[in-house]
């Protein structure tokens, strides 16, 4: 019998200490941010999308070398004398083309292992984290400044250059032997 | 009275009980079911620190609206293996039950849907319904949840029907009558002739009957709130266990009519609470309209405070289902069987030796 009413005195107490605490709870500020209106911040050092500042690359593949997952690919063509590409920031003079920077942002684990090794502090992380799409393919991101025809032209140039030099060279030896061949009958 | 009114005005009573039985189901029933929803994403949300609907209109205002439109735009699903005719009908059936319980409920003093001598008797009674359009629900589904939701509905409702009917009981001894707009009447004056200050009896009796009052109103709100189905007595939809009991297999407006039959049950049962012990239409203060002779203004008062009264129990409604875990079967029988039961009888016991005073 004691029991009993003991347990109706529980269950009502109980609740009124329930509801009071549920009350307490209408009047707190509520916790929750309106996402995409506003945004929560940030840790100070955040990992996010990647951003490469061409104008300071000079196509040393570090980052690629740095890179667990293999998503930066790098291909860089070497300049013809006659160009300058001038300085980077910090004063390094650029000796490459490069004329391919893609990183497939849907294989970055966030590492920022490519930021450290970089000399010219060119990659780095930036405060981007929306960055969805509807195709994977779009995920690749293309930093280069250069447009399709110029890379070409760069590689061309190169090839060009390159075969111009060996003819050069071939000349070069030809005339070199021809000169040999010509002292040793000289001596004879 | 609005009958009568509808009656001059079209000049046949068939039409003018239809355009008065449909009064408080469009002025009424469907906005507060919209507002109500809102308020109880909005409180809820509240009372666990966060926003609740922010995004349609300021603060979310619109929400229901874009639900409801949803809801309409949605396919009606009728799986192969239900049973099409009960399976249409039972939303129906559980609309119209509870939707027939505002019959006779007296919203104003000049508005009464259908002023009957056994109005309260009527709405317990019509309520029945409800309970057969669930056990409906629940079997034409052909889905073991929807039939375990159904069936722990029924148990639950026909178990708690019990300590309400005698809570019934025992205003009925005291006041003599199961008109509800007389029993509202014989509340009239201030707040304390309602109900549960003891009424408008003379003498010790009144002081007497107070603590037995507020047990009264304790056994049969809690007994309504599981008539009704809300936490802590919502074991028939026990999202955990259930998936949504016996409205699981419904979709689109079918879904929405249970939806609306919950809410209007809410305020249902609220209203025959008021009814009972706070004084139904009655104002707590006096009228305004009394005092500055706009008689034309006391109707529109009596509403304004029927509805006050009655959105305030379902706001507490509210507040105790997001304070408190559901209960287990078991549990909630003990709760109908061991205590509200008996306690009921007790006090109707009690009541009628007091008013034998």
């Given at each position: 019998?004691?029991?009993?009413?003991?347990?109706?005195?529980?269950?009502?107490?109980?609740i009124?200490?329930?509801?009071s605490?549920?009350?307490?709870?209408?009047?707190?500020?509520?916790?929750t941010i309106?996402?995409?209106?506003?945004?929560?911040?940030?840790?100070?050092r955040?990992?996010?999308?990647?951003?490469?500042?061409?104008d300071?690359?000079?196509?040393?593949?570090?980052c690629?070398?740095?890179?667990?997952?293999?998503?930066?690919?790098?291909?860089?063509?070497?300049?013809?004398?006659?160009?300058d590409l001038?300085?980077?920031?910090?004063?390094?003079?650029k000796?490459?083309?490069?004329?391919k920077?893609?990183?497939?942002i849907?294989?970055c684990?966030?590492?920022?292992?490519?930021?450290?090794?970089?000399?010219?502090?060119?990659?780095y992380?930036?405060?981007?984290?929306?960055?969805?799409?509807?195709?994977?393919?779009n995920?690749?991101?293309?930093?280069?400044?250069?447009?399709?025809?110029?890379?070409?032209?760069k590689?061309?140039n190169?090839?060009?250059?390159?075969v111009?030099?060996?003819?050069?060279?071939?000349?070069?030896?030809?005339?070199?032997?021809n000169?040999n061949?010509?002292?040793?009958?000289?001596?004879k | 009275?609005?009958?009568?009114?509808?009656?001059?005005?079209?000049?046949?009573?068939?039409?003018?009980?239809?355009?008065?039985?449909?009064?408080?189901?469009?002025?009424?029933?469907?906005p507060?079911?919209?507002?109500?929803?809102?308020?109880?994403?909005?409180?809820?949300?509240?009372m666990?620190?966060?926003?609740?609907?922010?995004?349609?209109?300021?603060h979310?205002?619109?929400?229901?609206?874009?639900?409801?439109?949803?809801?309409?735009?949605?396919?009606?699903i009728?799986?192969?293996?239900?049973?099409?005719?009960?399976?249409?009908?039972?939303p129906?059936?559980?609309?119209?039950?509870?939707?027939?319980?505002?019959a006779?409920?007296?919203?104003?003093?000049?508005?009464?849907?259908?002023n009957?001598?056994?109005?309260?008797?009527?709405?317990?009674?019509?309520?029945?319904?409800?309970?057969?359009?669930?056990?409906?629900?629940?079997?034409?589904?052909?889905?073991?949840?929807?039939?375990?939701?159904?069936?722990?509905?029924?148990?639950?409702?026909?178990?708690?029907?019990?300590?309400?009917?005698?809570?019934?009981?025992?205003?009925?001894?005291?006041?003599g009558?199961?008109?509800?707009?007389?029993?509202?009447?014989?509340q009239?004056?201030?707040?304390?002739?309602?109900?549960?200050?003891?009424?408008?009896?003379?003498?010790?009796?009144?002081?007497?009957?107070?603590?037995f009052?507020i047990?009264?109103?304790?056994?049969?709100?809690i007994?309504?709130?599981?008539?009704?189905?809300?936490?802590?007595?919502?074991?028939?939809?026990?999202?955990?266990?259930?998936?949504s009991?016996?409205?699981?297999?419904?979709?689109g407006m079918?879904?929405a009519?249970f939806?609306?039959?919950e809410?209007?049950?809410?305020?249902?049962?609220?209203?025959?609470?008021?009814i009972?012990?706070?004084?139904?239409?009655?104002?707590?203060?006096?009228?305004?309209?009394?005092?500055?002779?706009?008689h034309?203004?006391?109707?529109?008062?009596?509403?304004?405070?029927?509805?006050?009264?009655?959105?305030?129990?379902?706001?507490?409604q509210?507040?105790?289902?997001?304070?408190?875990?559901?209960?287990?079967?078991?549990?909630?029988?003990?709760?109908?069987?061991?205590?509200?039961?008996?306690?009921?009888f007790?006090?109707?016991?009690?009541?009628?030796l007091?008013?034998?005073?």
């Amino acid at each position: 019998m004691k029991e009993y009413f003991n347990n109706i005195y529980l269950a009502l107490s109980t609740i009124f200490i329930g509801m009071s605490v549920t009350f307490k709870h209408l009047f707190v500020p509520a916790v929750t941010i309106q996402y995409p209106s506003v945004k929560p911040q940030l840790p100070t050092r955040e990992r996010n999308r990647l951003y490469v500042n061409m104008d300071d690359c000079i196509g040393c593949l570090q980052c690629a070398r740095a890179c667990p997952v293999n998503c930066i690919e790098i291909e860089t063509v070497k300049k013809i004398p006659d160009e300058d590409l001038g300085l980077t920031s910090n004063g390094k003079k650029k000796a490459l083309w490069v004329t391919k920077f893609d990183i497939d942002i849907a294989k970055c684990c966030y590492c920022e292992l490519c930021v450290f090794p970089c000399p010219t502090d060119c990659i780095y992380m930036t405060d981007v984290y929306e960055f969805s799409e509807f195709e994977r393919g779009n995920l690749i991101y293309d930093f280069v400044t250069l447009t399709g025809e110029e890379r070409k032209e760069k590689n061309e140039n190169y090839e060009k250059f390159m075969v111009e030099k060996a003819a050069q060279k071939e000349a070069e030896l030809k005339a070199k032997a021809n000169e040999n061949k010509d002292n040793s009958q000289d001596k004879k | 009275m609005i009958f009568d009114f509808f009656a001059k005005l079209t000049g046949s009573e068939i039409l003018a009980s239809i355009i008065s039985a449909l009064l408080p189901l469009f002025l009424f029933i469907l906005p507060f079911a919209l507002i109500a929803v809102l308020l109880e994403r909005k409180v809820s949300a509240h009372m666990q620190d966060r926003l609740g609907p922010m995004r349609v209109g300021y603060h979310g205002l619109l929400q229901t609206i874009a639900d409801i439109l949803k809801l309409i735009q949605k396919e009606d699903i009728v799986a192969d293996s239900n049973d099409k005719t009960l399976f249409n009908i039972a939303p129906l059936l559980v609309f119209a039950g509870s939707y027939a319980a505002f019959a006779a409920i007296p919203f104003t003093s000049s508005y009464i849907g259908s002023n009957i001598n056994l109005g309260l008797f009527f709405i317990i009674g019509i309520s029945g319904i409800v309970v057969i359009g669930i056990l409906m629900a629940g079997w034409a589904s052909n889905n073991k949840y929807t039939l375990l939701g159904a069936m722990r509905c029924v148990a639950q409702m026909i178990s708690f029907e019990i300590p309400t009917l005698m809570v019934v009981v025992t205003i009925l001894m005291v006041t003599g009558t199961l008109n509800l707009n007389e029993l509202t009447e014989i509340q009239s004056g201030f707040f304390w002739n309602w109900m549960i200050f003891g009424g408008a009896v003379p003498g010790i009796a009144k002081i007497l009957l107070i603590p037995f009052m507020i047990i009264a109103f304790g056994v049969i709100y809690i007994s309504t709130l599981a008539e009704v189905n809300r936490t802590p007595f919502d074991i028939p939809e026990a999202e955990s266990e259930l998936v949504s009991g016996y409205h699981t297999e419904y979709s689109g407006m079918k879904f929405a009519m249970f939806y609306l039959a919950e809410y209007a049950n809410m305020f249902a049962v609220s209203a025959i609470v008021v009814i009972l012990f706070f004084g139904g239409y009655q104002s707590p203060v006096g009228y305004l309209g009394n005092s500055i002779g706009l008689h034309w203004l006391i109707p529109i008062e009596q509403l304004f405070w029927f509805t006050f009264k009655g959105v305030g129990f379902v706001l507490l409604q509210m507040w105790l289902r997001w304070t408190l875990p559901r209960l287990r079967v078991d549990q909630l029988m003990a709760v109908c069987w061991k205590y509200l039961i008996p306690i009921a009888f007790v006090n109707l016991l009690i009541v009628g030796l007091i008013t034998l005073i």
